[in-house]
Nanobody, 123 residues
Framework: QVQLVESGGGLVQAGGSLRLSCADS????????MGWFRQAPGKQRELVAA????????NYADSVKGRFIISRDNAQRTVYLQMNTLKPEDTAVYYC????????????????WGQGTQVTVSS
């Protein structure tokens, strides 16, 4: 059973930073590309950052490019999202999931999601 546990969210002022973590219980973590998604109230879930299985390739949605950095630690089965220069429009619940490919258009690999972590950016 896939278990993804996100953490690190919180309330931050615009311009601030947060670092999200996602722990993956799968022993095959290192064979999949991984991504961070977010879902704002009333909006569809969107992929904002993707990373290849080795970590050597990353891709970002235009809305976060230059501000967010995705990384991974395969030994720890963890993927991270460093979020800098946060804006109120970044407010959302953030989720991680495996991806079929390390592209920003990749669908999630698993239908099951973790509980997500809430990020709220005040203006």
């Amino acid at each position: 059973q896939v278990q993804l546990v996100e953490s690190g969210g919180g309330l931050v002022q615009a311009g601030g930073s947060l670092r999200l973590s996602c722990a993956d219980s799968r022993s095959i973590f290192s064979i999949n590309a991984m991504g961070w998604f977010r879902q704002a109230p009333g909006k569809q879930r969107e992929l904002v950052a993707a990373i290849s299985r080795s970590g050597g390739s990353t891709n970002y949605a235009d809305s976060v490019k230059g501000r967010f950095i995705i990384s991974r630690d395969n030994a720890q089965r963890t993927v991270y999202l460093q979020m800098n220069t946060l804006k109120p429009e970044d407010t959302a619940v953030y989720y991680c999931n495996a991806l079929t490919a390390a592209t920003i258009t990749s669908p999630p690999l698993y239908l099951t999601w973790g509980q997500g972590t809430q990020v709220t950016v005040s203006s």
